[in-house]
Each structure stands twice: as structure tokens, then as C-alpha cells.
């Protein structure tokens, strides 16, 4: 049985879809995987990434397959109309492959499983007259409000910008609580018709694999049932916790970051980091810095150069630490904190030294940290990254609060105050937040487990995936 995998062109979508794959071939040997990529323009990172899988231990039964090259736009770069225009390279691909020709042996192709922004994939699949599934990367929550934003445009005409700063609080069926509209989810606002046909895209599909685990959102996941929906599949946490990365850098002047840590005292260290499109400007630096300073915590700051405005860079390493932070700093700072550029993150979290961090809330950060026992300070940057924050601060008691509602665009300072009360708040050793974390941690890995919740919904999922086959052998 065949699993052809379209995954998002973006390494932060990439790497979930390859370890869903693995866990898929982990778990049955019968399954054969083929993974279709396409590259964005002058994005390096998914070819260093499928380079460094290639050349590590990755199952021969899951198979990368490039989509063929376009030239570079003339104009500039759009995400979406990119996707779009794949689908008949997709479709030619495919064809040469003669996947599903009833008399060959190829023609064993269970399922598309789509990436939740390669919904237009699902024409091609269509096509060829095999069945879709969505991954869902981020939270089973952030899946419910995309499914409210669709109900709310297309059953109650109304448009979720109505909501915009407001001080509306909305009731959503997947949350528990009442939603502030000021954690709407940055994307949505800047484009929320697309978000409406993409969850009416998703209601054409057989099911919805999510990176999440009953135990951790049991309100959402079980708000889905009842739901006119498509059954969905938890089958989290899925990350990437064996080293292979994308990234080539190392901290610089030689500094051996864990090396460093092994020096501190258990949970000690709070360590700031804000992925991989993560940066501020100058004024939020020394916020930050100051902040640091006047909490007295033992800190590793992962430090980023914001990329020139206007293009689609990431952002990139100092040269010199001094041209940013305030003046004295690394020196008066010197005996407790460290100031790094790009950061091993997964190490960094897995280390004993690591009592706390000041995350920006990407549902793959969330699931990394939740899994070494690490409490949260949410401070959410862009996309779904609020909503996160909030889930995380109010529904479950997993994170404390930085500034919950902060969005990079709203140009907004948040003060040494704000960010010190929330990195004292993580750091409490006796908070109620750290038991939550510990007893969620736990949680995580029983879900895993034979007979754990997500070990058994893989099951469901493979199960149902076999019956598709046998769907169409009955009706061939």
C-alpha cells in the first residue's frame, strides 16, 4: 500500500510531514511512502533538509520525488498562487509514475495525504480518483476556529474582520473558553476569505490527521465528533527529536552552548527563542535585555537580525552582539546569561539546566517544549501563534503569559516589565504551571505508547486507509 505525501514548501511544515511519514512505515512495514516536494524560489533550507534525511538512517520505503523547477518570478512571490500553479506538475509527475493504472502493481495508492495549505492538490487527487486526507500541523483548537471562521462566514454571513481589535469575545466550540478577538490569528485577519475556502476544502476530504494528543486538548478534539466534519485522526506528538535539521550554523566565537549548560544548576536557566522567523528590532531588544537583567535569571537568548523589510528572508546571525543590545550589558550580564545566535532548539529544551521558556507559541515549539517538561512564557509573533498563546495560557494552565495578544504588525513595544513578570512567573519552581507541564509530559508519551490514545488512532487511520484500497478493488 502507497501514501503519496504532498507536504507545504516550507521547512515548517516539512518536517512534521516527514516524521508523520516515518511514524507511518515505523508502524506498518506494509506501507510505502513517496513524498513530492516543491521548492520555493531561492529557498535552501528544503534541499538541506531532504540532503541531511537522505544521507541519515530514513526508511528505503519512504521516497522524496522533486517537483520540476519553475524560473524565477518575475514578480513579486506569492504563496498561494505558487501552490496553484504546481497542481499540473503534480498531475504530470504522477502520470509518468502511472500510479493508478488498474493493471499495475503501482496502483496500490491508498490516500493523498495533503498538508492543511495544499488543498489544491485535492483536484489532482480527484483526478485520478484517490482519496485525500488533510495534516493538520498545528493545534486541534486552531482546526475549530478555522472551522468557526467558515460557519460564521458562510451560515451567519458574517465576516470575522467585524472583529477586528475589538473587544469582542467570541464563543468558538472547540474552546472551552470564550475567545478574546484580539488572539485572532494574524493570517486570518490579513486574508480571511482563504481561510473560509480552506475549510470548505477540508470538508471534502475523508479525514483530518492532526499533530495533537487527546490528553492535551480533549475539549477541542471531542468537539469534532458531533461535528459536520471529517473524522479526525490525533495521532501527536510528532517532532523531530533526532537531529537532522536544516539549519548549518553554529553559535558563534566557538561557544559551546551545552557545554555551558552543563555548568548550571538544574532548572535554572531560561532560555528565549522565537523560531525561525523570529527577530525584533532594536527598542524590543533592549526590552528584553533589560528585562533579563533586572530579573536576575540565568538566561540563553537565542538573538536574531531582523531580514531587510520587504522581502521574504529569514532572520540571520550578528555580526556583533554590541551594535544591539544595550551598552554593558554582556559584561554586567556576564556570570549569569549568554546571548547566541541561531540555537539548537530541541537540545537546548532536552537539557536539565532549562526551567523555562519564552517561546512565540509555533505549535511545533509548543509540542517540543510540553514533551521535555518545559513550562511556556507565551509570547506569540504571527500567524495562529496567538490563539496558541491563549490555548496555552488560559484553556489549559501550560504557559504563563507574556503578552498573549502581541502581533508583530500592531508595532507594539512590550515593556521590561511585561516580559519580567512573565519570565519570574515561568521560573517559579512551585507554580502550578510546572506541575501541569510535568503531569502533561507523561501524558505525551503514554499517548505514543501501544495502547496510548494517538497509538491507537494511527491504528484507526491505517485501518480506514486499507479500506479505501479495498473500496475500490470491490468496485474496479
Given at each position: 500500500?502507497?501514501?503519496?505525501?504532498?507536504?507545504?514548501?516550507?521547512?515548517?511544515?516539512?518536517?512534521?510531514?516527514?516524521?508523520?511519514?516515518?511514524?507511518?512505515?515505523?508502524?506498518?512495514?506494509?506501507?510505502?511512502?513517496?513524498?513530492?516536494?516543491?521548492?520555493?524560489?531561492?529557498?535552501?533550507?528544503?534541499?538541506?533538509?531532504?540532503?541531511?534525511?537522505?544521507?541519515?538512517?530514513?526508511?528505503?520505503?519512504?521516497?522524496?520525488?522533486?517537483?520540476?523547477?519553475?524560473?524565477?518570478?518575475?514578480?513579486?512571490?506569492?504563496?498561494?498562487?505558487?501552490?496553484?500553479?504546481?497542481?499540473?506538475?503534480?498531475?504530470?509527475?504522477?502520470?509518468?509514475?502511472?500510479?493508478?493504472?488498474?493493471?499495475?502493481?503501482?496502483?496500490?495508492?491508498?490516500?493523498?495525504?495533503?498538508?492543511?495549505?495544499?488543498?489544491?492538490?485535492?483536484?489532482?487527487?480527484?483526478?485520478?480518483?484517490?482519496?485525500?486526507?488533510?495534516?493538520?500541523?498545528?493545534?486541534?483548537?486552531?482546526?475549530?476556529?478555522?472551522?468557526?471562521?467558515?460557519?460564521?462566514?458562510?451560515?451567519?454571513?458574517?465576516?470575522?474582520?467585524?472583529?477586528?481589535?475589538?473587544?469582542?469575545?467570541?464563543?468558538?466550540?472547540?474552546?472551552?473558553?470564550?475567545?478574546?478577538?484580539?488572539?485572532?490569528?494574524?493570517?486570518?485577519?490579513?486574508n480571511p476569505l482563504f481561510f473560509v475556502n480552506l475549510a470548505r476544502r477540508f470538508k471534502e476530504t475523508k479525514g483530518i490527521i492532526i499533530n495533537t494528543f487527546m490528553e492535551l486538548e480533549p475539549f477541542a478534539i471531542n468537539s469534532f465528533f458531533n461535528a459536520k466534519t471529517p473524522l479526525v485522526y490525533p495521532?501527536?506528538?510528532?517532532?523531530?527529536?533526532?537531529?537532522?535539521?536544516?539549519?548549518?550554523?553554529?553559535?558563534?566565537?566557538?561557544?559551546?552552548?551545552?557545554?555551558?549548560?552543563?555548568?548550571?544548576?538544574?532548572?535554572?536557566?531560561?532560555?528565549?527563542?522565537?523560531?525561525?522567523?523570529?527577530?525584533?528590532?532594536?527598542?524590543?531588544?533592549?526590552?528584553?535585555?533589560?528585562?533579563?537583567?533586572?530579573?536576575?535569571?540565568?538566561?540563553?537568548w537565542s538573538l536574531r537580525k531582523p531580514p531587510p523589510s520587504g522581502g521574504i528572508a529569514s532572520p540571520s546571525d550578528y555580526t556583533n552582539l554590541e551594535e544591539i543590545l544595550p551598552q554593558g550589558f554582556i559584561n554586567r550580564t556576564q556570570g549569569i546569561g549568554k546571548v547566541i545566535g541561531w540555537a539548537p532548539?530541541?537540545?537546548?529544551?532536552?537539557?536539565?539546566?532549562?526551567?523555562?521558556?519564552?517561546?512565540?507559541?509555533?505549535?511545533?515549539?509548543?509540542?517540543?517544549?510540553?514533551?521535555?517538561?518545559v513550562p511556556i512564557a507565551a509570547w506569540p509573533i504571527y500567524a495562529e501563534q496567538q490563539l496558541n498563546a491563549f490555548e496555552m495560557v488560559k484553556e489549559l494552565r501550560l504557559a504563563a503569559e507574556v503578552k498573549m495578544d502581541y502581533s508583530k504588525s500592531k508595532q507594539i513595544i512590550v515593556t521590561a516589565m511585561?516580559?519580567?513578570?512573565?519570565?519570574?512567573?515561568?521560573?517559579?519552581?512551585?507554580?502550578?504551571?510546572?506541575?501541569?507541564?510535568?503531569?502533561?509530559?507523561?501524558?505525551?508519551?503514554?499517548?505514543?505508547?501501544?495502547?496510548?490514545?494517538?497509538?491507537?488512532?494511527?491504528?484507526?487511520?491505517?485501518?480506514?486507509?486499507?479500506?479505501?484500497?479495498?473500496?475500490?478493488?470491490?468496485?474496479?
Open positions: 500500500m502507497e501514501l503519496m505525501f504532498v507536504p507545504t514548501p516550507s521547512i515548517s511544515h516539512l518536517i512534521p510531514m516527514v516524521e508523520l511519514a516515518k511514524l507511518f512505515t515505523e508502524r506498518d512495514d506494509r506501507l510505502m511512502i513517496k513524498i513530492f516536494i516543491m521548492k520555493q524560489p531561492s529557498d535552501s533550507k528544503v534541499s538541506a533538509y531532504i540532503e541531511s534525511l537522505n544521507s541519515s538512517s530514513i526508511s528505503n520505503r519512504i521516497k522524496f520525488i522533486d517537483l520540476p523547477t519553475e524560473d524565477e518570478p518575475t514578480t513579486s512571490f506569492n504563496f498561494f498562487s505558487f501552490i496553484e500553479s504546481q497542481k499540473p506538475l503534480l498531475k504530470d509527475v504522477l502520470s509518468k509514475l502511472t500510479l493508478v493504472e488498474p493493471s499495475s502493481d503501482t496502483s496500490r495508492v491508498a490516500a493523498f495525504v495533503l498538508d492543511m495549505f495544499c488543498t489544491p492538490m485535492i483536484d489532482v487527487a480527484n483526478e485520478f480518483g484517490i482519496p485525500t486526507y488533510i495534516y493538520f500541523t498545528s493545534s486541534a483548537n486552531a482546526l475549530g476556529f478555522t472551522f468557526y471562521n467558515q460557519t460564521l462566514h458562510d451560515e451567519h454571513n458574517q465576516d470575522i474582520l467585524a472583529y477586528k481589535d475589538s473587544d469582542t469575545e467570541l464563543v468558538v466550540p472547540s474552546f472551552v473558553n470564550k475567545v478574546p478577538a484580539k488572539v485572532l490569528p494574524s493570517g486570518l485577519i490579513d495521532v501527536g506528538p510528532i517532532m523531530n527529536l533526532k537531529g537532522e535539521t536544516h539549519e548549518t550554523q553554529k553559535p558563534q566565537n566557538g561557544f559551546d552552548v551545552m557545554k555551558w549548560l552543563d555548568d548550571q544548576p538544574l532548572s535554572s536557566v531560561v532560555f528565549l527563542c522565537f523560531g525561525s522567523m523570529g527577530s525584533f528590532e532594536k527598542d524590543q531588544v533592549k526590552e528584553i535585555a533589560y528585562a533579563l537583567e533586572h530579573s536576575g535569571c540565568r538566561f540563553l532548539q530541541v537540545a537546548i529544551l532536552a537539557h536539565s539546566a532549562i526551567g523555562g521558556f519564552v517561546s512565540h507559541c509555533g505549535w511545533n515549539s509548543t509540542l517540543e517544549s510540553l514533551w521535555f517538561g511585561e516580559i519580567e513578570r512573565g519570565i519570574r512567573e515561568v521560573m517559579d519552581p512551585n507554580s502550578e504551571i510546572r506541575k501541569n507541564v510535568k503531569e502533561i509530559k507523561e501524558k505525551g508519551r503514554k499517548a505514543l505508547m501501544d495502547g496510548g490514545s494517538s497509538h491507537s488512532s494511527l491504528d484507526r487511520l491505517i485501518v480506514d486507509l486499507m479500506g479505501n484500497i479495498a473500496h475500490r478493488d470491490q468496485f474496479s
